[in-house]
Nanobody, 112 residues
Framework: VQLQASGGGLVQAGGSLRLSCAATGSIFSLNIVNWYRQGPGRQRELVAGISRSGSTNYADSVKGRFTISADNAKNTVYLQMNSLKPEDTAVYYC???????WGQGTLVTVSS
């Protein structure tokens, strides 16, 4: 089973994007699916996570702006990103926890 992130793009500050993380098999083959990001010159960081039971957690920097959700029927996890800021610019990845191999990610660029 592999995960593929998509949905990135260029958006103005204050705008919104929805990222998708699609699995080739069961999205919750492990209990937790996380979204991570890596901005220019920065280390990869955890953005949000969701468990099979629906429990969610968020980095402080995105609380109140980002929402993670899952559609088990579509084997897809989403990341709804609102009120985007230039500092949200990064390559966004999805992965299980514990992490397996990393995919290519999807680039989000927020212009000021």
């Amino acid at each position: 089973v592999q995960l593929q992130a998509s949905g990135g793009g260029l958006v103005q500050a204050g705008g919104s994007l929805r990222l998708s993380c699609a699995a080739t098999g069961s999205i919750f083959s492990l209990n937790i699916v996380n979204w991570y990001r890596q901005g220019p010159g920065r280390q990869r960081e955890l953005v949000a996570g969701i468990s099979r039971s629906g429990s969610t957690n968020y980095a402080d920097s995105v609380k109140g702006r980002f929402t993670i959700s899952a559609d088990n029927a579509k084997n897809t996890v989403y990341l709804q990103m609102n009120s985007l800021k230039p500092e949200d610019t990064a390559v966004y990845y999805c992965n299980w926890f514990p992490a397996r191999s990393w995919g290519q990610g999807t680039l989000v660029t927020v212009s000021s």
